[in-house]
């Protein structure tokens, strides 16, 4: 039986590749993509998610827009990373298909409570704001879901937008509190994983090896996009961060790590969005996440190049 899945985003080309991958792989069925304010304005992650999606001629995909800001926070972009449009480096057409209607949070409930419970997985790729929206609406929804997977926070690894806290955590930590707390299984995977995995000049040559229309997007896409990590991190390559998710349900044997306690940090300016990962069991505090710390890379990469080269 194909896992359902929803995958909530605020593409940049990495969660364009996490939903391709998804789309492309036969063990998934993608329910909808919802989007979110994050690396760049609602609007524009809305209208790249539907670029993305018409390229690889997935368009009857639905996606659903929603939360314009996070919970209680003014909204904080990353264009200094992605670019003014989240999508620069190579030019798609602009969209035909419209949103799906619906409100992004509602969807999701709507969509995850028609199953039977333990069926849908959200798959998490942006702030949390719609799934905290979601969890709110619907009290019943974290007794319902099989899964949350998210990329977000950080450990060993400290911060990529202030020293403490990771981008989608930081942005709306009170949504990311929520969720953490909402007591469904969650995973979790931090830039501890994805700073183990690279877009190398020979990942990125393979790709485009693959010779299709998405390989050759993807592969100018992600160039410009990771040129901004590169430089401040001094690495060969960025961070291929979001198809982590989708991959982690693809070969979980890809990654390991362990249940342990994270809190989200909602009240301190200096550390805002850190995720404090109770990593050697020192408070009492119950496990409330399975905790990704490390990735085999070059298995990721070859399952995500064999994925999108298939559309
Ligand atoms: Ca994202």
């Not at 969660?15 to 792989?25: C, E, I, Q, R």
């Not at 949103?99 to 028609?114: H, Q, R």
């Not at 509190?177 to 501890?192: E, N, S, W, Y």
Request: hydrophobic share 45%; net charge negative; proline share 7%.
């Amino acid at each position: 039986m194909r896992q359902a899945i929803i995958v909530d985003s605020d593409p940049s080309p990495d969660d364009a590749v996490a939903f391709l991958v998804a789309l492309a792989s036969p063990e998934l069925e993608v329910l909808a993509v919802t989007t979110v304010a994050g690396n760049v304005p609602l609007p524009l992650t809305s209208k790249n998610a539907r670029k993305a999606l018409e390229l690889a001629k997935r368009e009857e995909t639905p996606v659903y827009a929603g939360a314009a800001a996070p919970l209680v926070r003014k909204l904080v972009t990353a264009e200094h990373v992605h670019g003014r449009t989240g999508f620069d480096g190579f030019d798609l057409p602009e969209p035909v298909t419209p949103l799906a209607e619906g409100f992004a949070p509602d969807v999701i409930v709507d969509l995850v409570m028609s199953r039977g419970a333990g069926e849908v997985t959200l798959c998490c790729l942006a702030p949390l704001t719609n799934i905290a929206m979601a969890l709110e609406k619907e009290p019943k929804l974290a007794g319902h879901l099989k899964e949350i997977v998210l990329m977000g926070g950080a450990f060993s690894e400290g911060g990529n937008i202030t020293p403490a806290a990771e981008f989608n955590i930081f942005v709306d930590p009170e949504a990311a509190d929520r969720v953490m707390k909402c007591g469904a299984p969650i995973t979790m995977i931090p830039l501890d994983c994805t700073h183990q995995a690279l877009t190398t000049k020979a990942r990125l040559e393979k790709l485009r090896a693959a010779g299709t229309p998405v390989a050759e997007a993807f592969y100018h896409l992600l160039k410009f996009n990771k040129i901004f990590d590169e430089q401040k991190y001094g690495w060969e390559g960025g961070p291929l961060h979001d198809a982590t998710v989708i991959a982690y349900l693809l070969a979980p044997h890809l990654f390991s790590g362990r249940m342990v306690n994270v809190a989200v940090e909602c009240g301190s300016a200096l550390t805002l969005g850190m995720t404090v990962v109770d990593w050697w069991a020192v408070t009492q505090k119950t496990p409330n996440v399975q905790f990704l710390r490390s990735i085999d890379a070059d298995g990721y990469f070859d399952l995500v190049i064999e994925r999108l080269a298939g559309l």
